[in-house]
């Protein structure tokens, strides 16, 4: 499986983003799909997964802003991300999962695919 992910860049604060990541190769086992971020000096964090036939899961940092999707037609995940501030400035990564339960979800151990990271960065 490959990931590979558009959309990064600079954007003022309070301004809007869309992140994708297009999944190719043999997909077919991937029930998750998500994103990570990690910001210079700080752990790796979960930003927004979507399990198949589950809620997304966001963390709590970006609820009410940010908001993942899946286009299953195009094997796709989109992080729609709106009211951005700078402490939202990190590398974002694609990361996709087989057989992930919902519950381990928010663990990037529980991926065995990533993409390159994209970097966003919000200026105050």
């Known amino acids: 499986v490959q990931l590979q992910a558009f959309g990064g860049g600079l954007v003022q604060a309070g301004g809007s983003l869309r992140l994708s990541c297009a999944a190719s190769?043999?997909?077919?086992?991937?029930?998750?799909m998500g994103w990570f971020r990690q910001a210079p000096g700080k752990e790796r964090e979960l930003v927004a997964t979507?399990?198949?036939?589950?809620?997304?899961k966001y963390a709590d940092s970006v609820k009410g802003r940010f908001t993942i999707s899946r286009d299953y037609a195009k094997n796709t995940v989109y992080l729609q991300m709106n009211s951005l501030k700078p402490e939202d400035t990190a590398v974002y990564s694609c990361?996709?999962?087989?057989?992930?339960?919902?519950?381990?979800?928010?663990?990037?151990?529980?991926?065995?695919?990533w993409g390159r990271g994209t970097q966003v960065t919000v200026s105050s």
């Open positions: 979507f399990t198949s036939g589950s809620s997304p």
């Open positions: 990361a996709a999962g087989r057989s992930v339960i919902q519950s381990s979800s928010a663990s990037a151990s529980a991926y065995q695919y």
């Open positions: 190769g043999s997909i077919f086992p991937i029930n998750t």
